[in-house]
C-alpha cells in the first residue's frame, strides 16, 4: 500500500502540504482533488519520485510499476501503435532479449526468449494497442502515422493509451477526460472499472469520479483529508461539516436562494413533467451539499439578456463543411429565447461545426441562417483561450471591451472569478489553462449575451469553478448551445437534445442515459464495417442520404403537431405568470384589512378562473403531447 505519514511538502517558500498523512490500500481507486494550485500534481510527482519531501515519510512498495500520463511527447516520429507499446517496458524488455538470442543462433536461448516474449502477452500487443487507440477514438487507418501527425488534444490521446498500456500495479492519471468526448469518456469509464491495480486519478470531471473510485482525497488548508465514496459523497460529507460553521451560513443562503429562484423558474413550466422533476431533484440534492462549496472563491451569474424576437436563430436547408468536404446538410432547426439545448453526436460528427456557424465564424456551403433583431451571442471556445493577449492583465483584457466602467467595479466583477489583487494585473501568459478559461468566461459573462454557444466551457476548470459555472447557466435567462463531455453540467443546465450525427442534426427524445445506449447500439451496428463489411446495408452515400430525406419527410408530418404542443406550452407559460401575479397580490397582508374586501374578491375570483383556465390548458397538452409521442412512436417504426 502507499503510506504518506506526516508529510510536508514545499514549493517555495510555503507548504503545500503541512504535517498530513494519508493511506491508499491496493487494488483501491483514489480521487484526488482540490483547488487549482492546492498541490495535486505535486503529490503526482511526489509517487513519481520526482519529488522527496521536506518531512515525514513516503512508502511505496519497490516491486511496484507505476504507469502515468506523460505530459509531453518528444517522440514525434515514432508511429504512433508503436509509441503506445512502449508503455508495456517489460514486453520491449523482453522483445530486446529475443533479439539477442537469435543473434546469437543458441537454440535453448531463443527458445527461453519466445517463452517469456509469450508469458508477457508479446504475441497480442499490438492488438491490444489498436483495442486501446480504438476506444480512445483513433481512427483504424491512422495507427501507424507518426506521433507528430496529431494535433495536441490527440496526443494527450497517445499519452494515455500508452499508461493503459502498462502492467502496472499504480495507475495515476491527471485529468485524462480532458480533450475527450462524452463517448470516449465513457469508454475509459469502464476501462478503469475493469482495472485491478491501484488507481489515484486527478480529474474535475465529478460523474466521471463517481463513475470510477471508491474514495477521495482531498486538499485543503494543507492537510489530506479522506473520504469514503464518490465526489457525491465527499460533497454530502463535507457539507455535513461545514454546514455548522456559521461563518459559511451566509453565503450558503445566497446560494440556496440562487438555485430556489431557478426551481420557481421550472415549476412556472410544470407540463415539462420530466425536465421540470429531473432538474427540480437535481436542484434538491445541491441544497444538501451546497456547503461544499460555501467557501468557493467564484461568486458569479449572468445578466439579463436583452430581450429579442423569436426565434433568434433560424437554420433553414443548411449545408455546413470546409472546401470541398461537407461536415452537415439539410439541416433546419430553429432556436427561441430561452432553449436550452446539448448537442450530442460522436467525435467529428460536427458539433463544433454547427457551433461555429451559429457563431458566424462559418458560412454556410448551401442554405440559410437567419438571425432575429436585437441578437447578442456569446461564443465560448477553446481557440479563444489561445488568442488572449499574453502581455494583457484581466484586467486590461475587460477594459477593451467595457466601455470605461470605473476600475473597481471591473475589479469587484474580476474577483468573482477569483481574479483578485495582483493576479487582476498580471499578463495572462503565465497563467494556466484554467485561468485563461476562466478570464474568457469572464468576458463572455460581462457582455451579457442573450444566446451563448458553449463547446467544452469546462476544460481545464477545476470543480468549485464547474459548480459556480452550473449555478450562473441555471439562472441564465437566455437561450443556450452546449457541447460538453460534462454530463453533470448537462443533466443541470440542458432540457433538450439535438443529435448531431450521420451528417444531420435531429431531436435526440431522450436523457443521457439513453444517449448512453444510443452509443452502444452504434457500437454495434459499426462492428461489422471495422471488421471489413464495407458493403453492409445502409453504409453507402445514397443509403444516407435516403436516411435523411425519411428522417426530413417524417418531421414535416409531425410538425403540426409539435407546433401544437409549443402553443400550449406557451400559453400555459403566460398564464402561469399571471397566476403567480394575482397570488403574489394575495400576499399583501393590506388586502386583509376590513375596507379591502372588494379588492380581496375580485382578486380571488380572478385566481379561480386562471387556475381553472391552467388546468384546462394543461389537459389540452397532455392530449397533444401523448399523441405526439403516439406518432414519433408510429415513424420510429417504419
Not at 495507427?143 to 490521446?157: C, D, K, L, Q
Not at 462524452?182 to 489515484?200: F, I, N
Not at 463489411?533 to 445502409?538: E, F, I, K, L, R
Not at 375596507?595 to 378562473?609: I, M, P, V
Amino acid at each position: 500500500m502507499i503510506q504518506l505519514s506526516n508529510i510536508t511538502l514545499r514549493h517555495g517558500p510555503e507548504p503545500l502540504l503541512e504535517d498530513t498523512s494519508a493511506t491508499v490500500y491496493p487494488g483501491h481507486k483514489v480521487g484526488l482533488i482540490g483547488a487549482n494550485g492546492s498541490g495535486k500534481t505535486s503529490l503526482f510527482n511526489l509517487l513519481l519520485g520526482r519529488l522527496s519531501v521536506d518531512g515525514g515519510e513516503v512508502s511505496i512498495p519497490d516491486d511496484w510499476t507505476v504507469a502515468h500520463m506523460a505530459q509531453e511527447i518528444t517522440e514525434l516520429d515514432r508511429p504512433a501503435i508503436e509509441y503506445v507499446i512502449d508503455g508495456d517496458e517489460r514486453l520491449r524488455s523482453v522483445e530486446r532479449e529475443v533479439e539477442r538470442a537469435e543473434a546469437s543462433g543458441d537454440g535453448e536461448a531463443i527458445g527461453m526468449a519466445h517463452t517469456h516474449l509469450t508469458d508477457v502477452g508479446g504475441y497480442t500487443a499490438r492488438a491490444r494497442a489498436g483495442s486501446l487507440l480504438s476506444g480512445l477514438g483513433f481512427a483504424a487507418d491512422s495507427h501507424e502515422n507518426p506521433v507528430g501527425a496529431f494535433s495536441g488534444g490527440w496526443r494527450i490521446r497517445l499519452s494515455l493509451a500508452r499508461a493503459l498500456m502498462s502492467p502496472s500495479d499504480l495507475l495515476l492519471l491527471d485529468e485524462p477526460t480532458n480533450h475527450l468526448d462524452m463517448e470516449t469518456v465513457v469508454w475509459l469509464e469502464d476501462w478503469l472499472k475493469r482495472y485491478d491495480g491501484t488507481l489515484v486519478l486527478i480529474s474535475h470531471d465529478r460523474d466521471f469520479i463517481d463513475a470510477v473510485v471508491q474514495s477521495v482525497i482531498h486538499i485543503e488548508h494543507r492537510k489530506l483529508n479522506s473520504y469514503a465514496g464518490g465526489y457525491s459523497e465527499f460533497e454530502r460529507q463535507r457539507a455535513e461539516r461545514l454546514a455548522n460553521q456559521q461563518a459559511t451560513f451566509e453565503k450558503q443562503q445566497r446560494q440556496i436562494a440562487h438555485m430556489q429562484k431557478f426551481i420557481d423558474r421550472f415549476r412556472a413550466k410544470a407540463t415539462k413533467a420530466k425536465a421540470a422533476q429531473s432538474r427540480i431533484k437535481a436542484i434538491e440534492r445541491m441544497e444538501q451539499v451546497a456547503p461544499a462549496h460555501a467557501d468557493s472563491p467564484f461568486d458569479f451569474a449572468f445578466p439579463e439578456p436583452p430581450r429579442a424576437a423569436n426565434p433568434l436563430v433560424s437554420l433553414r436547408d443548411v449545408r455546413l463543411g470546409y472546401g470541398d468536404t461537407v461536415v452537415l446538410d439539410r439541416v433546419s432547426a430553429s432556436l427561441a429565447p430561452g432553449d436550452r439545448v446539448g448537442l450530442l453526436g460522436l467525435n467529428g460528427a460536427g458539433k463544433s461545426t454547427l457551433v461555429r456557424a451559429l457563431a458566424g465564424e462559418l458560412e454556410p456551403l448551401a442554405g440559410s441562417i437567419t438571425t432575429a433583431r436585437g441578437l447578442k451571442a456569446g461564443y465560448f471556445a477553446q481557440h479563444q483561450i489561445e488568442q488572449l493577449d499574453g502581455q494583457a492583465s484581466p484586467l486590461l483584457h475587460l477594459q477593451r471591451i467595457a466601455e470605461d466602467k470605473p476600475e473597481q467595479k471591473l475589479r469587484d466583477f474580476l474577483g468573482g472569478f477569483d481574479f483578485r489583487g495582483d493576479m487582476a494585473t498580471d499578463p495572462v501568459g503565465n497563467f494556466s489553462g484554467g485561468e485563461k478559461a476562466r478570464l474568457v468566461l469572464a468576458m463572455l459573462v460581462w457582455q451579457s449575451p442573450n444566446l451563448l454557444l458553449l463547446d467544452e466551457p469546462t476544460n481545464h476548470l477545476d470543480l468549485d469553478m464547474r459548480h459556480a459555472l452550473t449555478l450562473a447557466l441555471q439562472g441564465f435567462e437566455g437561450a443556450v448551445i452546449t457541447v460538453s463531455h460534462d454530463r453533470h453540467l448537462l443533466k443541470n443546465t440542458v432540457d433538450d437534445y439535438w443529435l448531431v450525427a450521420h451528417g444531420s442534426v435531429t431531436p435526440f427524445k431522450g436523457d443521457l442515459d439513453d444517449y448512453r445506449r444510443w452509443l452502444a447500439e452504434q457500437s454495434r451496428a459499426d462492428k461489422p464495417a471495422r471488421e471489413g463489411a464495407s458493403d453492409a446495408p445502409g453504409t453507402s452515400a445514397a443509403a444516407r442520404r435516403e436516411r435523411r430525406r425519411d428522417q426530413a419527410e417524417r418531421r414535416a408530418r409531425l410538425k403540426p403537431l409539435q407546433n401544437r404542443v409549443d402553443k400550449l406550452n406557451r400559453q400555459l407559460d403566460e398564464t402561469g405568470s399571471k397566476l403567480s401575479e394575482v397570488e403574489s397580490a394575495l400576499a399583501d397582508p393590506a388586502l386583509y384589512e376590513d375596507d379591502a374586501g372588494k379588492k380581496l374578491h375580485e382578486l380571488l375570483e380572478h385566481q379561480n378562473k386562471l387556475k381553472a383556465e391552467t388546468e384546462r390548458l394543461e389537459s389540452q397538452w397532455l392530449a397533444a403531447a401523448e399523441e405526439l409521442e403516439a406518432a414519433e412512436a408510429d415513424h420510429s417504426m417504419d
